[in-house]
């Protein structure tokens, strides 16, 4: 019988060839590492990416704080006040400001005289000055010189001390006290009743504790004893009060304890990190301030930082009340000479001659 045919079904099996590669199935962890991984093109730009964006942000931080002090710096009020002139002293060991308070009422309005009990009067005079001395090394100092120290003029003849900023400003000012000390003065600035209040208010007030009720109409105060917190106007009150028994050395005490107070609390932590009061505060500094051509804002935030904790303060030695042709003066003695030879040197001031730190 001839052989049947065979179906398809009836066919064995094709073998696979011994050579030809077997489909694996990838196991499920690796099938999503395989879906999660990125090309590495990809690996090196997001890198990249966030390394620029790093490099931006600390590009700001760093950049504003030094493009913001620059810009302070620029609206600073200058003044040629430390003209050089023949027999100027020679640089003093440390460093040394000449600090003006003056009674210039620009920038007031009408309103704001009567707030702050200024009056009415033009022109600008000077019953405030203070040197500001910090040695190599140590504390720095507050001095007061007295308005009414009776001391030589250049071109003036013998005066009270305060007439020298009448006669010709900041630059006969500076020339009449180093005259007087020997002492080279490196910087200078000036404040008036315009401004003076408002930086008091930017800090939010400063504390300070009076032993005895305050009372003087001519200023517009009225403070009860005790500690307390005082505003702007009441803080001018203060400072401009001669309302006591040895009326003008009593105010350049109060003057000097007010300074560093008010130099405490700008840098205290509240403030300094504190935008609403800091920039407030720099604003004021920068509008009300007027300093010499040398004088920077960084200098400025020194001087604050040397006067912020207490201080050491002193009035100007003196050889008590004279009379002469400006009325009752106070005269210079061998106690003042003595007591500016220890600045000259850049040595501590004497312990002698020191009243206790306030502030």
């Not at 049947?4 to 499920?28: G, L």
């Amino acid at each position: 019988m001839p052989a049947q045919s065979r179906s398809a079904s009836d066919a064995p099996p094709r073998r696979p060839r011994p050579d030809a590669p077997r489909p694996v199935a990838p196991k499920e962890p690796e099938r999503r590492k395989r879906a999660l991984r990125r090309p590495r093109g990809t690996r090196r730009l997001t890198r990249r990416r966030v390394g620029t964006i790093l490099l931006v942000l600390l590009l700001v931080v760093v950049i504003t704080p030094v493009a913001l002090m620059f810009y302070y710096d620029s609206k600073l009020h200058r003044v040629d006040a430390l003209a050089p002139y023949a027999g100027k002293p020679a640089s003093t060991p440390g460093t040394t400001w000449l600090i003006v308070g003056t009674d210039a009422r620009s920038g007031l309005t009408e309103e704001q005289r009567k707030q702050l009990s200024t009056g009415d009067d033009s022109g600008a005079r000077t019953d405030t000055m203070m040197l500001i001395y910090k040695p190599p090394s140590g504390k720095a100092t507050i001095i007061s010189i007295p308005r009414d120290l009776y001391v030589p003029i250049p071109g003036q003849g013998s005066h009270k001390i305060n007439a020298a900023f009448n006669f010709g400003g900041p630059t006969l000012l500076i020339q009449t006290v180093e005259g007087l000390s020997g002492v080279h003065i490196d910087h200078y600035a000036e404040i008036g009743f315009g401004g003076f209040d408002t930086l008091v208010d930017a800090v939010g007030g400063v504390h300070m504790c009076i032993d005895t009720p305050l009372r003087d109409p001519k200023a517009g105060l009225n403070l009860k004893a005790g500690c307390q917190t005082l505003n702007g106007t009441q803080a001018l009150g203060f400072v401009r009060t001669r309302a006591f028994a040895d009326a003008d050395l009593m105010r350049v005490q109060n003057q000097r304890k007010f300074l560093a107070a008010l130099m405490a609390k700008a840098t205290s932590p509240s403030v300094l990190l504190n935008p609403f009061r800091l920039f407030p505060f720099v604003n004021g500094t920068v509008d009300t301030l007027t300093v010499d051509n040398g004088t920077h804002i960084w200098d400025l935030a020194r001087l604050a930082w040397w006067l912020r904790s207490s201080p050491q303060t002193i009035t100007t030695p003196n050889g008590g009340p004279v009379d002469t042709d400006d009325g009752s003066s106070l005269a210079v003695d061998d106690t003042t000479k003595q007591f500016f030879d220890a600045l000259r040197q850049g040595r501590q001031i004497p312990p002698e001659y020191l009243n206790q730190p306030t502030g």
